[in-house]
């Protein structure tokens, strides 16, 4: 962010075009026009939250916290995939386009259905699996998860992931086969394989180590570019790669 | 809401590339292979004229320094270097490379692959000088 101080009086009008989708009226999406008032500090939630309350209460979006961390306002903008609460309209000039974010099926305007992409998070099994004996919370347990920052830092970057699915609309490997574990789901297992404290890398490289797994990418690297997070998804993706072919070679001599 | 009522999901076009300039440096990035391919072709007809004997390997000479060939060559040469450029800075993050505990900085990985681009260049003009 820049450290440019906002004006909040530069006041304008912006033009705002959302792609709606009302399946109780008609089966087919339309494009409907706004005109708001905007100032330097407006951002496209705000917009989208004026829209709602001033012009048009039809309008349905998905939002929570308005600081990128919950992740629920994804929205494509001029067809880049963006959160509404980290896009300001003050970097717009012109029209501006407002979609459902890509590759999902629409629910309703600009909500999703991102069933898909919770099945593929929940394939890689994206928690600690740890086969020593002690319980987590067992008082007399030997500092089961002790770790590090060293350690901590091996795979921090990657868990910064809010799950906002924006890197599943900017990847069109996942736009030809939704089957394709994706790059946040990919992400994920790859930071488990990477925490000291996990010992599941094995359990994991079933789902990862297969065509709709990591060999699916083809390092298009979109996903990293809008990612609101910084989790650099590609990178993760392709470090998986690394990782499956070693899997590959061990068990090739293990026989 | 029930799945039936979610607006059904088109798969994407053949031109889904062209809508984004990020996607269509990826196309110019992958299709730097198509000329890559003219040279290997080039390469091993060379070898094969060099197996049929002189006639035929003065041929190829002739047939290389033909100026469309040449300038498919030179096509190749932009293509290859400029395909080295984008996996180079790709490769840090791929294969973070950690000495004595320590990561690389990617600088000094990218500046590493060039560094054996330009010895891999100055050993061949030194053996093709020799010759």
């Known amino acids: 962010m820049s450290t440019e101080q906002v004006n909040t009086n530069n006041t304008s009008t912006k033009h705002l075009s959302v792609k709606r989708y009302l399946p109780d009226n008609s089966a087919e999406s339309y494009w409907q026009e706004y005109e708001l008032p905007v100032d330097d500090s407006t951002s496209l939630l705000d917009a989208l939250n004026h829209i709602k309350e001033q012009l048009d209460s039809t309008l349905s979006y998905r939002w929570s916290c308005r600081m990128a961390i919950c992740g629920s306002c994804g929205v494509m903008v001029n067809g880049i995939p963006k959160l509404g609460c980290k896009t300001f309209l003050r970097d717009y000039e012109g029209d501006i386009r407002i979609e459902p974010l890509s590759h999902f099926p629409v629910q309703r305007d600009l909500v999703v259905d991102m069933a898909i992409f919770l099945e593929h998070l929940a394939a890689v099994k994206p928690y600690l699996i740890d086969d020593n004996p002690a319980k987590p919370y067992d008082p007399t347990a030997p500092e089961t998860y002790q770790q590090s920052p060293e350690q901590l830092a091996r795979y921090k970057q990657f868990a910064n992931c809010i799950n906002c699915g924006l890197c599943y609309s900017a990847c069109p490997q996942f736009g030809l086969n939704p089957e394709f574990l994706g790059p946040a789901a990919l992400t994920l297992a790859h930071r488990y394989n990477l925490d000291s404290r996990d010992h599941g890398k094995k359990q994991r490289m079933a789902e990862l180590n297969r065509h709709e797994g990591v060999w699916s990418c083809t390092f298009v690297g979109f996903c990293s570019k809008v990612c609101p997070k910084n989790v650099d998804p590609a990178a993760a993706v392709n470090q998986g790669k690394v990782e499956a072919a070693k899997h590959t070679l061990i068990a090739l001599f293990k026989g | ?131």
């Open chain 2, 1 to 131: 809401m029930d799945k039936s009522s979610s607006h059904r999901l088109l798969p994407l076009k053949r031109n889904w590339w062209l809508k984004h300039r990020f996607f269509k440096l990826y196309m110019l990035r992958e299709a730097t292979v198509l000329p890559l391919v003219f040279f290997i072709l080039c390469l091993l007809a060379g070898m094969v004229a060099l197996l049929q004997g002189a006639e035929s390997w003065q041929g190829w000479v002739d047939f290389m320094g033909s100026p469309i060939v040449l300038v498919l060559n030179l096509l190749a040469l932009a293509a290859s270097l400029f395909h080295a450029a984008t996996f180079f800075v790709l490769f840090p993050r791929v294969m973070p490379l950690r000495i004595a505990g320590h990561s690389l900085p990617d600088q000094a990985i990218v500046a590493g692959q060039w560094a054996g681009v330009v010895a891999v260049a100055l050993l061949f003009f030194w053996l093709l000088g020799r010759a």
